[in-house]
Nanobody, 126 residues
């Protein structure tokens, strides 16, 4: 599957952005989808994940209550709605797809995700 992320940009602290990630192929609904981010000089970190049908979500503590992950399987797209943005949210955001069925449905590990988008820059000014 090929992933294409979009929607990044420059926003003031307290503002909102919605990222989108469009996937190619006909098996989108068979992947757990995740968002990760990487700030300059830091490791890529997990942000959020959503289950195959969208009924379950999981968030990093740093974004819980501010970010919402969702998906539209008819459109082969996953979204990340980001509200109350902070300067520390500044990073390149990546979408990723995990094809493995797990006893715990989600993973926060980069190495468990099989496909990655190219990343979209989010910059939050103070």
């Amino acid at each position: 599957v090929q992933l294409q992320a979009s929607g990044g940009g420059l926003v003031q602290a307290g503002g909102s952005l919605r990222l989108s990630c469009a996937a190619s192929g006909r098996t989108f609904s068979s992947y757990v989808m995740g968002w990760f981010r990487q700030a300059p000089g830091k490791e890529r970190e997990f942000v959020a994940a959503i289950s195959w049908g969208g009924g379950s979500t999981y968030y990093a503590d740093s974004v819980k209550g501010r970010f919402t992950i969702s998906r539209d399987n008819a459109k082969n797209t996953v979204y990340l709605q980001m509200n109350s943005l902070k300067p520390e949210d500044t990073a390149v955001y990546y979408c990723a797809a995990d094809r493995t069925y797990r006893s715990i449905w989600y993973s926060t590990r980069r190495s468990d995700y099989d496909y990655w988008g190219q990343g979209t820059q989010v910059t939050v000014s103070s």
